[in-house]
């Protein structure tokens, strides 16, 4: 079974619409993130949340809204979509301080 | 300020020559470190963690507090290392934040 799930694994949207993408982890961590990574590949924290409650945001439009319904969850809905959030998106999961457990990442294309 | 600085981009080699792969980081506290590994079109995944000081694929890596310094090193490098490095550093209990990454290329 895979530990940390992510849907969809592409999407391709046009700008303005509004996304989400799905994340589930069956390890039993309380810790979950959110990153992006862009074109050049450099990986930057989006949000952390333990537990189900936001622990991190980092500087992120207000556009983008995690949601963790419980805390094998971490959703991530994005509003009036912009061509510069075209990147990949991945998930994870951590039980601190072990290390992280990615999923296999969200490619958003935004046309 | 907590950071992870990874200086290099790219770093292309031989099969078969030295690798060492810069990772500095910035950290008032008591570091963990990582570093990961994502392979063309993978997902991210764990390679090693200072903690275990282990040895992995031929990599290894050596928390050297006074340089704040944990440089990825593989004394003779495949051509399927070729790949994207990050190393990351944990701080407190929910944060981890990953350096800017570097592509190993290994040419044949």
């Known amino acids: 079974d895979t530990a940390v799930s992510q849907t969809p694994k592409y999407l391709v949207t046009q700008m303005g619409n509004d996304k989400s993408i799905k994340c589930e982890q069956n390890l039993g961590h309380d810790t979950m993130y959110w990153y992006k990574q862009d074109s050049k590949k450099f990986l930057k924290i989006m949000f952390s949340y333990n537990n189900k409650e936001l622990i991190i945001n980092e500087t992120v439009p207000n556009r983008f809204s995690p949601k963790s319904p419980d805390k094998a969850h971490l959703n991530l809905h994005i509003n009036s979509l912009e061509l510069g959030d075209s990147a990949v998106y991945f998930c994870?999961?951590?039980?601190?301080?072990?290390?992280?457990?990615f999923g296999q990442g969200t490619r958003l294309t935004v046309v | 300020a907590q950071r992870v600085t990874q200086p290099e981009k790219l770093l292309s080699v031989f099969k078969g020559a030295p690798v060492e792969l810069k990772c500095n980081y910035s950290?008032?506290?008591?570091?963990?470190l990582f570093w990961y590994v994502q392979y063309s079109r993978q997902r991210l995944q764990l390679l090693l963690r200072?903690?275990s000081r282990e040895s992995i694929k031929g990599f290894t890596a050596d928390l050297n507090k006074g340089e704040t310094s944990f440089h990825l090193k593989k004394p003779f490098a495949q051509e399927e290392d070729s790949a994207m490095y990050y190393c990351?550093?944990?701080?407190?209990?929910?944060?981890?934040?990953f350096g800017t990454g570097t592509r190993l290329q290994v040419f044949p």
């Open positions: 994870a999961s951590s039980q601190p301080p072990a290390s992280a457990f």
């Open positions: 200072h903690i």
């Open positions: 950290y008032s506290g008591s570091p963990e």
């Open positions: 990351a550093l944990a701080t407190g209990t929910d944060k981890l934040i």
